[in-house]
């Protein structure tokens, strides 16, 4: 069964740092999407990304945040700055169809990024 | 109010046991909600869709009451595998999902 990939699983970055998180969406999916979930709370949506621009990002993605497809395969997350409120799990998620209803997102399983 | 919201739990019930979880919503302009399963320290996996006729995958079963703003999961016949957070999830009209926090349920032996 295709799945979403991510890599890597696990980030450790010193605060101030940048970082990229890296996720290969399932291929005929056209929409793509961030969560992350930050330990013992809920999964939360950072960014949906349709036809190379973001379609719609939360309070959470604010400037530090910015998304890019490079490549036909690739979608990245990246955050220039990090902060300590940063760490969380951040999973990607894609799905195949926008505009009808009970299309669900399929997701990657996660990267953990710990900031120090 | 929270936009999704479940019991936290735990449930904690025997093999073989049914039990059944519910949920509320708070934007009546929902159009589609989902199950997903979380284990710990794992990324959320679809169980089921739900529709507002109810509808069954084996042991599960998924109901949708949009008149109360209502979602439940039944599940028959618990194996000790189902043992996982149960995340009630709304996708919205802009269709990003809004996460409950999830329902443990442990199933022991």
């Known amino acids: 069964e295709p799945e979403v990939t991510q890599t890597p699983s696990h980030q450790v970055t010193q605060m101030g740092q940048e970082v990229i998180l890296r996720c290969v969406p399932i291929s005929n999916h056209l929409y793509f999407y961030w969560y992350r979930q930050i330990l013992g709370q809920k999964v939360e949506f950072l960014v949906s990304f349709y036809n190379n621009e973001i379609s719609e990002k939360s309070e959470i993605f604010d400037d530090q945040f910015s998304v890019e497809r490079p490549d036909g395969s690739n979608f990245t997350l990246k955050i220039r700055s990090t902060k300590l409120e940063d760490s969380a799990m951040y999973f990607c998620?894609?799905?195949?169809?926008?505009?009808?209803?009970?299309?669900?997102?399929?997701f990657g399983d996660g990267t953990r990024l710990s900031i120090l | 109010r929270k936009e999704v919201e479940q019991d936290p739990g735990p449930f904690n019930v025997p093999e073989g046991a049914t039990v059944a979880f519910n949920c509320t919503y708070s934007?009546?302009?929902?159009?589609?909600f989902f199950w997903y399963r979380q284990d710990c320290r794992k990324e959320p996996k679809l169980l089921m869709s739900v529709y507002s006729s109810g509808n069954e995958d084996g042991r599960f079963t998924a109901q949708l009451n949009r008149a109360s703003q209502y979602i439940s999961l039944l599940i028959r016949d618990s194996k000790l595998s189902d043992s996982a957070t149960y995340l009630c999830v709304r996708m919205d009209s802009s269709y990003k999902l809004i996460f409950g926090s999830g329902t443990r349920l442990l199933v022991r032996p």
């Open positions: 934007n009546s302009a929902s159009q589609s």
């Open positions: 998620a894609s799905s195949e169809v926008w505009g009808f209803s009970n299309q669900p997102q399929h």
